[in-house]
C-alpha cells in the first residue's frame, strides 16, 4: 500500500484576503470581535457577516472567548475564500515556553479544515505581528506542525505573508 501523501506546501508574499482558496485562517483574539492585523483585514474586506457569526459562536460556545490554540469556522462573507478559520496564537513570552500552543493554533486549525472537507486552506504566520513571536520561530513551527498533520483531504497549504522578512524565514524551513 502507498502511503497517503500530505498536502502541498506553498509560500506567497501576499495579502491572505485575497487567497483563492477553501478556508483562510485567521490570526484571531479570544474575544472572537475582531482586531488590528490580519484580523482587522479579514473583518474588513470579509464584511459584517463574519463578526455576526462571531458573536454568535461566543453567545452559544465561547461565553469566556475562544481558548488560545483552538479553532473554529464561520461563514468567509464576500472574501474569495468559503470559511475562515479563527485561532488565537499566544503572545510571545521571554520567560515561558509557549510553542506546543503555537503549535496547536496550526493542527486544530487544519482539523477544522478536514472537518469542513475543504482541499486548501491559507494560514497566516501567526503571533508573529501584534503578539511578537519572533519569525524565525514561528515559521518553523508553522512548517514544522503542518509537515507533521495527518494526512487528509486538505491537498494544498498555503503560507501567506506579508513582507520580504516573513517570505525568507518561511523559504528557509520549506526549503
Ligand atoms: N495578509 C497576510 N499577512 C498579514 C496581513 C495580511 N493582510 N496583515 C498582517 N499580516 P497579526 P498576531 C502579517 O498582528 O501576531 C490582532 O489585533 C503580519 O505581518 O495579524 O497573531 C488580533 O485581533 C504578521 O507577520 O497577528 C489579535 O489581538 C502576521 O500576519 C492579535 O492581533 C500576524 O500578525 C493577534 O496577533
Same mark, same amino acid.
Not at 65 to 86: D, E, Q
Not at 124 to 144: C, F, K, M, N, Q
Given at each position: 500500500?502507498?502511503?497517503? +501523501? ?17 478556508? $483562510? ?12 492585523? #490580519? ?9 459584517? @457577516? ?17 481558548? $488560545? ?24 513570552? +521571554? ?12 493542527? +486544530? ?20 505581528? *501584534? ?12 512548517? @514544522? ?8 483531504? *486538505?491537498? +494544498?497549504?498555503?503560507? #501567506? #505573508? ?14
Amino acid at each position: 500500500m502507498s502511503t497517503p +501523501e500530505g498536502p502541498r506546501l506553498v509560500l506567497v508574499r501576499g495579502d491572505i484576503t485575497e487567497q483563492d482558496v477553501d478556508a $483562510v485562517v485567521n490570526a484571531a483574539n479570544s474575544s472572537l470581535l475582531g482586531g488590528g492585523g #490580519v484580523d482587522g483585514a479579514i473583518h474588513r474586506r470579509g464584511g459584517p @457577516e463574519i463578526l455576526a457569526e462571531c458573536r454568535r459562536l461566543r453567545a452559544s460556545h465561547y461565553g469566556k472567548g475562544l481558548p $488560545v490554540g483552538r479553532a473554529v469556522a464561520t461563514t468567509a462573507g464576500r472574501l474569495p475564500a468559503r470559511y475562515v478559520i479563527h485561532t488565537v496564537g499566544p503572545r510571545w513570552s +521571554e520567560t515561558e515556553d509557549r510553542s506546543e500552543l503555537l503549535a496547536s493554533c496550526y493542527r +486544530e486549525s487544519l482539523k477544522v479544515a478536514e472537518q469542513l472537507q475543504v482541499r486548501s486552506v491559507a494560514f497566516p504566520a501567526i503571533s508573529t505581528g *501584534v503578539y511578537r513571536w519572533p519569525l524565525g520561530d514561528g515559521a518553523r513551527i508553522a512548517v @514544522e506542525t503542518v509537515r507533521g498533520a495527518p494526512p487528509g483531504g *486538505v491537498r +494544498e497549504v498555503r503560507f #501567506v #505573508v506579508f513582507d520580504e522578512g516573513a517570505r525568507a524565514a518561511f523559504a528557509e524551513y520549506l526549503g
